[in-house]
T-cell receptor, first 114, second 113 residues
Framework: NAGVTQTPKFQVLKTGQSMTLQCAQDMNHEYMSWYRQDPGMGLRLIHYSVGAGITDQGEVPNGYNVSRSTTEDFPLRLLSAAPSQTSVYFC?????????????FGPGTRLTVL | AQSVTQPDIHITVSEGASLELRCNYSYGATPYLFWYVQSPGQGLQLLLKYFSGDTLVQGIKGFEAEFKRSQSSFNLRKPSVHWSDAAEYFCAVGAGGGNKLTFGTGTQLKVEL
């Protein structure tokens, strides 16, 4: 099992550019989510999905879009990048609820917006 | 809305000394509580979790945590710290069946040899 994979590992964008951060998991988890990590702020939930075709907003959704067409993939799209989106982005997956809902995190994508 | 407070931003301990990292949470129902560790440049690894039952939870790498409902706390402990424990530690509370995590701001642990 590869677990949770994220691509790219590093990315530099200019203000106004768009891009998609990729996330995939091979554990057949229903639940997937995106977090951003900023110094001194811990991780904050951006968007999450409880299954294919179902997504919802987290704490900091503005400027990001998601979709979930398959169980395995949960891409995060930046529509028009801003310097405030400079951050480290983590994707996570887990079973939906219950005692086995340990979240497995990917290695992260470090994004810099100039 | 739930929240998590980790009052200590940085902690330095000597190798072999005991460790306690503090975590206080705010949540309206019975909380799902987690401790994660993050090494530099890495993702997060789950140390332990609490859902219900025994309030003293054992985790990996010799860590344990105690849930105290009356104090809204879930402090992480280790009796003897190893140099490899140097990392950042995050406490989190989970809503939505434990899946939607709210994290604390983290505690950076430095271990002196």
């Amino acid at each position: 099992n590869a677990g949770v994979t994220q691509t790219p590992k590093f990315q530099v964008l200019k203000t106004g550019q768009s891009m998609t951060l990729q996330c995939a998991q091979d554990m057949n988890h229903e639940y997937m989510s995106w977090y951003r990590q900023d110094p001194g702020m811990g991780l904050r939930l951006i968007h999450y999905s409880v299954g294919a075709g179902i997504t919802d907003q987290g704490e900091v959704p503005n400027g990001y879009n998601v979709s979930r067409s398959t169980t395995e993939d949960f891409p995060l799209r930046l529509l028009s990048a801003a310097p405030s989106q400079t951050s480290v982005y983590f994707c996570a997956s887990s079973w939906a609820g219950g005692r086995n809902n340990e979240q497995f995190f990917g290695p992260g994508t470090r994004l810099t917006v100039l | 809305a739930q929240s998590v407070t980790q009052p200590d931003i940085h902690i330095t301990v000597s190798e072999g000394a005991s460790l306690e990292l503090r975590c206080n949470y705010s949540y309206g129902a019975t909380p799902y509580l987690f401790w994660y560790v993050q090494s530099p440049g890495q993702g997060l690894q789950l140390l332990l979790k609490y859902f219900s039952g025994d309030t003293l939870v054992q985790g990996i790498k010799g860590f344990e945590a105690e849930f105290k409902r009356s104090q809204s706390s879930f402090n992480l402990r280790k009796p003897s710290v190893h140099w490899s424990d140097a990392a950042e530690y995050f406490c989190a509370v989970g809503a939505g069946g434990g899946n939607k995590l709210t994290f604390g701001t983290g505690t950076q642990l430095k271990v002196e040899l």
